[in-house]
């Protein structure tokens, strides 16, 4: 596995080569970030972010929400995947928020997930995007690089990837990481043909060793 030294080594090659990484959805409170990255679960932000605008148009507030026929929150929705059980969970979050929280967002992980539809991932995502609590979300590309560079096991869980990173990484770098880790992900680290001559990490990843094999 990969030391703290050298994980932390190896993100500071990443802050260089993507600098001053943040988060794509488009939100304007902790609210609208909780029902966005509801919304990003199996599917892109960009296509969040075109369906966010007439859904807070037309929904802008957790009342509104909770108010709503889950058909009407669909029709907004429509075009994002698992949008039946993104409307109902929606609604339902919003409920709780009216009778919980008094209509507002909770700022712990216990009570986010208390929330229908609120994994730790996106209690991760809205604590440190929305009220800068250290935080570190692990996806799909974040799981990608941890594997491949050895940070964590290949048969590591997500739980235990969060875990990892968090015990390598000062804390006060965990939000940014995350954000980092993600757009190295899309942009060079991919999933299918890796752009490993584009990567500062080449000679401790996996399949960088190959992919310079492969080179001869």
């Excluded at 030294?5 to 993100?11: D, F, G, I, L, S």
């Excluded at 990003?40 to 709503?68: G, H, I």
């Excluded at 990173?165 to 939000?175: D, E, G, H, I, S």
Aim: contains cysteine; proline residues 5%; neutral net charge.
């Amino acid at each position: 596995m990969l030391s703290k030294a050298k994980t932390q080594w190896a993100m500071h090659q990443l802050y260089e080569l993507i600098p001053d990484a943040q988060g794509a959805l488009v939100a304007d409170s902790p609210f609208q970030l909780l029902i966005a990255v509801m919304l990003s679960a199996q599917a892109t932000d960009v296509s969040v972010n075109k369906v966010t605008p007439q859904l807070f148009a037309d929904f802008p507030t957790p009342a509104s929400f909770a108010n709503a026929e889950i058909a009407d929150i669909e029709a907004d929705i429509h075009s994002i995947g698992l949008y039946h059980n993104k409307a109902k969970h929606i609604k339902t979050c919003c409920q709780q928020l009216m009778a919980d929280f008094g209509g507002e967002v909770p700022r712990t992980h216990a009570e986010l997930e208390q929330l229908a539809g609120v994994g730790r991932k996106t209690a991760n995502v809205v604590l440190g995007d929305a009220f800068n609590v250290p935080s570190f979300a692990v996806d799909t590309h974040v799981t990608r690089i941890a594997k491949r560079l050895k940070i964590s096991a290949q048969d590591a869980s997500v739980t235990q990837i969060e875990k990892d990173f968090q015990a390598k990484l000062p804390k006060k770098t965990w939000v940014q990481a995350h954000h980092t880790l993600i757009l190295f992900g899309r942009q060079v680290c991919t999933a299918r043909k890796p752009h490993c001559d584009e990567c500062p990490l080449l000679m401790i990843c996996q399949t960088g060793q190959q992919f310079l094999e492969d080179r001869g």
